[in-house]
């Protein structure tokens, strides 16, 4: 019964435009034939394509060499002694040459970060498995590190890799557990400075309010304190997870009501006994994928989250099932969810760079990156540990103008957010997306709307002033006309939904 | 909203006198009126919900805050060298501390420091001529030795505690929380503007949103210098409703109306800014981001907040150059702005407050530059500033580790301004009271 809530879709209903709705959802969205591909598969067989990303062989497997891990290294017990000897001495040749290595290093990490994050936005954009990035960028909005915090950027290397390989495995097992283990994480939230005579209980608290149960959800102020006491001792050494048994305090605790000599891994099963995880990141997972209700939970949303919550513990916090489930559900296709989600700065760039396919242009990834920015997103350095807000707060009068303009780069080169306005004149290929709808201007305006909005139906006002402006271009449907269609529509405020 | 609106906005907004400006402005309440039942744009939906705003509303004053009182704030990015800015040359430790980058003492020749009348013993960069002439004007205070405890000097770090006013640099920006607090509904979308890529945190409110731009042509669309033939549908496309029946307070819909707010604005602004001002500003970034906000002030936009900022100021090597062409423009901005709002007749309604994320070290480093510090003046310049140097000095010798210790509590000025200048409760914004600053008559 409670199951009626989740019904899958009748595979007859799954049209092109829902499987659009799902390319957009599990991934960045694609183009039109990527649509009809994936809608002829039938509903079933296009979400095992989707979600068992597995089978489809990754073009670039990730390289843990691909970056040096040594920009940032720990000195060695020569170095130390060096420092140490030039500080006692009033030594300022030796101490300001070392500064300056210092300093050296941390522009070369800085720049290195910068890599990365050019390196995650175009293999979001090239991935034949955007699903597997679609939940990284997820994680890492949930376990959110910031690395103008940490300042390594290879730690952020391993967490993104640790998100990436664990994306869709267990919540509990992989997930949380692994977190509590991750360098980045542990620096990022101070457990290396969490001593059994100088408890820090920053990962303590966040792994509850943020992580798993939400603020002063079936904890308290003294489960914080007895938690952090468990985490005492689980530091980093380098770059790997270390426990450091002189600092741990192996006491007896007392958590949720229950005593025992509990560490930092007994911490997080006792957590996971508490009645609100499922619904915790359900209801987190259900605002990414399906719906980030503004105005809270509709009558509909409560029955289905509480069913996926119930799965989700009937399969031992394995995620797979749960996404499956969503992404088969009458639910997940309902119109109410379908165009309801503001996009995130990356997935409104990946989404555009995928469906429209845009021709490559000087320093593209970095314009993009920038433009991310500029909107309110950068990859490696969410706002704070609570990630990104999402949702409305994406939206201002001035990132409106920045998407707005970051959408007319990707198809006329004009540069966004710099006073020197350099174009770059490759031209886009508007003949390409409309292939054969090219002989009349209002079968044009149909099909590029239905594409790129995702509609089935089109306000008249909004055809009407598209097709005002093929007439000032004497209804002629070329690229430079296609291109100006695109500019138009993608500055429509619906064009900021998916 | 038919077709004609748009047509006489297109109209009026190509001058930039007073009158099509008061033309363009009734047109925008008379479109919001007409619209009412349909789109209407976020700022006038969240202020009036059914009620009528009488025509001239959106250029006076704003529920519960204080007639038009407007505070600029100047953020000196990167840590500025408060020792070089504010000279104890009184105190030989100073020079003891500063053998290759301290500033001679008045009248010792070239680029001594100049006197502040009344302070013996402490004097101001040589550059900062600026500064020296709004205090013999009466026009500036100088707050000594302010910074908060525990100092953090990171800058990323210290400049979300400067603009939360917390110390955990986590939560809402301070004026944005003001904004929240105050004017619950505000009615204007654009309360708070700050020049430069980025909002500032200090001005992200729960509610509140600011406005930000580098340069006024940068916010807009872009996409008529591509082919003109695409601002009228852009316009109508940007401007109208969706006929089909959709939620109110949608997703939709509320991208529809900020998207709205978004058109109007920028034309507001841009128009603003269009004419020429009446004094002539110097070269330099803070004197051009100066000379924006000035014409808008000018402009008499319903804006109660401005944030601009100068950057270069983390001196870590050979400084003595650097910094000194930073003070140079700093000073002389600041001076040609107080002209501007003079000849505006706008020097009462306007507050001017400079700060940095922190001061630097005492000692100078092997670079001549100085690392990150703590504690380090502040400016607030204005009509109804305590004229002066205010505040003690922080001791050269009693240092914690190797910094100086702040006097002033940097909130203490916070509420001075919170309560004195703007009219809000210090206690519901910075969450904890304060002792006022006695910075402001």
Known sequence: MTLSSVKPLDPKEFDERKAQHLLQRAGFGGTTKQAVALSKLGLEKAVEYIVEYNNITDPEPVLLDAYDKDIIRPLTAAERKVALKARQDKDEDTVDKLRKERQRRQREDRKQISEMELWWLQRMVSTPRPLEEKLTLFWHGHFATGYRTIEDSYQMYLQNNFFRK?????????????????????????????????????????????????EGEGYDEDDIKEGARCLTGYTVEDHDFTFNSRNHDTGQKRIFGRSGYYDGDDFVDLIFTRPNVAKFIVNKLYRYFVNDLPHGKTADSKKFTISISNLLKRKNWELKPILKTIFLSEHFYDDSNMQAIIKSPVQLIVQATRSLNPPQRRKMVQTLAVSADLMGQRLFAPPSVKGWDGGRMWINTSTMFMRQNTLL?????????????????????????????TRDPKDAITFLLTALL???????????????????????????TVTGLLTLITAMPEYQLC | ????????????????????????????????????????????????????????????????????????????????????????YGDREYYINRPQIGIKEPGKGDSSALTIPGADGFGLH?????????????????????????????????????????????????????????????????????????APLALHGKTQKAVNFETEELFKWAGGSVNDDLEIPYDEINRKEIREAHDRDSQLDFLVRTSLDAQVSSERIRSAVSTRPLVSYPNGKLS??????????????????????????????????????????????????????????????????????????????????????????????????????????????????????????????YSAVLEDFMGADPKAILGKKYKKAEVLT
Request: charged share 20%; glycine share 10%.
């Open chain 1, 166 to 214: 664990n994306a869709m495995g267990n919540f509990k097992e992989d997930l949380v557990r692994g977190i509590i283990h991750d360098p980045a994480m542990i620096k990022y939230l101070n457990n290396h400075q969490n001593r059994k005579q100088a408890p820090n209980e920053n990962l303590a608290r966040e792994l509850m309010e943020l992580f798993t149960l939400g």
């Open chain 2, 1 to 88: 909203m038919s077709h004609h609106h748009h047509h006489e906005q297109e109209d009026s907004s190509s001058t930039g006198s007073t009158d099509a400006y008061s033309r363009r402005l009734f047109m925008q309440q008379g479109m919001a009126f007409l619209s009412m039942a349909t789109t209407v744009p976020m700022f006038m939906q969240r202020s009036a919900e059914g009620i009528m705003l009488p025509v001239g509303s959106l250029v006076s004053s704003q529920a519960g805050i204080p007639e038009d009182h407007t505070l600029v704030v100047i953020q000196l990015a990167g840590g500025n060298d408060g020792l070089n800015t504010v000279i104890p």
């Open chain 1, 409 to 437: 780069y990707l198809l006329t080169g004009q540069r966004p957010g710099s006073a020197s306005w350099e174009a770059d004149n490759n031209q886009f290929n508007g003949m390409a997306l409309v292939e054969g709808n």
């Open chain 1, 454 to 480: 995702n509609q089935d139906k089109h306000d008249r006002d909004r055809v009407a002033s598209l097709e005002n402006y093929m007439k000032t271009q004497n209804n002629t449907i070329n690229n430079e």
């Open chain 2, 126 to 198: 040589p550059n900062l001529t600026g500064l020296r002439n709004l205090l013999d004007d009466g026009q500036a205070a100088i707050i000594q030795g302010v910074g908060y405890p525990n100092p953090n000097r990171s800058h990323f770090t210290s400049t979300d505690i400067w603009h939360t006013g917390n110390h955990s640099g986590q939560g809402y920006g301070w004026l944005g929380k003001y904004f929240d607090n105050t004017c619950e509904g505000q009615p204007s979308a654009v309360s708070s503007i700050a020049i430069g890529n980025k």
């Open chain 2, 288 to 413: 051009q981001q100066l000379q924006l906000i000035g014409s808008m002030i000018r402009a008499d936009l319903p804006t109660r907040v401005y944030y601009a900022s100068l950057g270069g100021f983390d001196t870590h090597a050979n400084q003595l150059n650097g910094h000194a062409n930073l003070m140079r423009q700093l000073g002389d901005a600041l001076n040609t702005f107080q002209k501007d709002l003079a000849k505006q007749g706008n020097t009462k309604k306007v507050l001017t407050m400079v700060f940095s994320e922190f001061g630097r070290r005492v000692k100078q480093n092997g670079s001549s530059g100085t690392d990150h510090g703590t504690a380090a003046p502040m400016f607030l310049i204005g009509d109804n500033v305590q004229n002066g140097l205010i505040g003690k000095h922080p001791s050269l010798t009693e240092l914690d580790q190797g910094d100086l210790k702040f006097n002033t509590d940097f909130r203490e000025v």
